[in-house]
């Protein structure tokens, strides 16, 4: 494995979330009950989520100043791994929703926005394969990319915020305690950010193992220069 | 600069004021799918009217502003690209599809209240609010139809682009229009929405200018 500390630390980061996810006492919130214990897999995804498509956003921009085919592997790698914890996110929480909110899909406007915002990256993907030539189709979704992110991150983290919403920190919120940052228990601390770096490290570890097969697969147009 | 954006404007509007070519289409598609909805649903409720109205806007600004990009062929978007800058190309092209699409919105909105009865209670508001959403829908539509126009023209492309791009303006308007109706809204919400929806469209406008030149080279 080259590099290995750090995919080390992820490894171990994920086994103890998993053991002391688990283990440790979770406070009684009434609903919610043990499934707080979700709180260490579904989260962390959104984070993760966020993060990757940040950074593959920032070589979006990275190619548009410099044309190297290396920024848009990048930047295609990590948007794919991007969508996969998104799928992540929205499976972890349905299920959580099945035994909180009673049904897996309840229309909540977040639950809306990330559906869609998954479309939003999905189409990304397609109009890469629509575009037969390489340095166009790379140019062109380098700015679909960077228009993509900056409607993406007011439809998760804005909208669902104004409106009601089942999701903690929506309006209306009856039945669900808060779990912000802020009123979070201790203990839960002590899993739950150890766990937003595990997942984060190891949506980092896929992609650059993408990104690594890529650029063996592209070597010859990549260092034409 | 200013120079060169009036001038490219007044040839868009000038050809479009001889051919009349978009104007025309977009008015018939408009009649007829507002004439179907009438056979379908004659007197539909007030939700139902809002958002059949924020659905027929949507294909309406997809129809119009794909048709603008489209009309040039690749010979005379070379001759532009010698003759004017980028900015200044998309700006042109952001306000002429901004006053095509206030033109069909209002339109539109004459249609929907004359064919489908009138259910709104704040009627000025709701103008207002079919404006501001005509300008938004139209600025993000500019720039996916020159996202677009580098891939083929594809016109399913520009659909698949676009949907999930509007989805976050469309629900601020929908629920803006909400307040046209009658219902009580909290205080400063309206104009919270209202200052989002336009947060929106300058960062749109914003990044349009911005990117579009990466676009505009060949």
Redesign the interface.
């Known amino acids: 494995m080259r590099k290995s500390w750090w995919k080390i630390l992820a490894a171990v980061l994920l086994v103890y979330t998993f053991t002391a996810g688990f283990l440790i006492k979770v406070p009684e919130l009434g609903i919610l009950k043990e499934t707080s214990r979700n709180l260490f897999f579904h989260v962390p995804m959104w984070f993760g989520q966020i993060i990757l498509l940040t950074i593959s956003m920032i070589y979006s921009i990275l190619y548009?100043r410099k044309p190297d085919l290396r920024y848009d592997i990048y930047a295609v790698a990590l948007a794919k791994t991007g969508i996969l914890m998104g799928v992540l996110g929205l499976l972890t929480g349905a299920i959580w929703a099945t035994y909180v909110w009673g049904a897996p899909w309840s229309n909540d406007p977040k639950q809306i926005g990330v559906a869609?915002?998954l479309?939003?990256y999905f189409?990304y993907l397609?109009?890469r394969n629509?575009?037969p030539d390489i340095d166009?189709s790379a140019?062109?979704s380098?700015?679909?990319n960077?228009?993509?992110y900056?409607?993406y991150i007011?439809?998760i983290m804005?909208?669902p915020r104004?409106?009601e919403s089942l999701h903690p920190g929506g309006k209306g919120v009856e039945g669900n305690p808060g779990l912000n940052g802020a009123d979070l228990d201790a203990t839960m601390r002590l899993v739950f950010w150890p766990a937003v770096i595990g997942w984060t490290l190891l949506g980092v570890w896929i992609s650059t193992l993408n990104i690594r097969l890529y650029l063996i697969r592209d070597k010859n147009i990549i260092n034409v220069k | 600069m200013i120079k060169t954006i009036y001038a490219l404007l007044k040839k868009d509007l000038l050809l479009e004021l001889r051919q009349q070519h978009s104007f025309h289409g977009i008015l018939l598609y408009v009649a007829s799918t507002i004439f179907v909805l009438k056979l379908a649903i004659n007197q539909p409720g007030a939700e139902v009217w809002n958002g059949l109205f924020w659905v027929i806007q949507l294909f309406v600004c997809v129809n119009a502003v794909a048709k603008s990009f489209l009309q040039e062929g690749r010979g005379r978007m070379l001759y532009f690209y010698t003759i004017s800058g980028a900015r200044e190309f998309i700006i042109a092209k952001l306000v002429y599809n901004i006053i095509l699409m206030l033109l069909m919105s209002l339109l539109s909105l004459a249609l929907f209240l004359v064919l489908l009865r009138n259910p709104l209670g704040n009627t000025v508001q709701f103008i207002g609010i079919v404006c501001l959403g005509g300008v938004s829908l139209s600025l993000v539509f500019t720039l996916l139809a020159a996202i677009a126009a580098k891939a083929q023209q594809n016109a399913a492309l520009m659909a698949i682009l676009g949907f999930p791009l509007i989805v976050p303006q469309l629900l601020l308007l929908i629920k803006l229009s909400k307040s046209a109706f009658g219902e009580v809204f909290r205080e400063g919400a309206v104009l919270q929405l209202t200052l989002l929806i336009t947060g929106l469209d300058i960062m749109v406008i914003a990044l349009a200018i911005i990117l579009f030149p990466f676009l505009w080279k060949d």
């Open positions: 548009l869609i915002a479309l939003i189409a397609v109009l629509a575009i166009k140019r062109i380098a700015v679909y960077i228009f993509a900056f409607i007011p439809l804005i909208l104004m409106v």
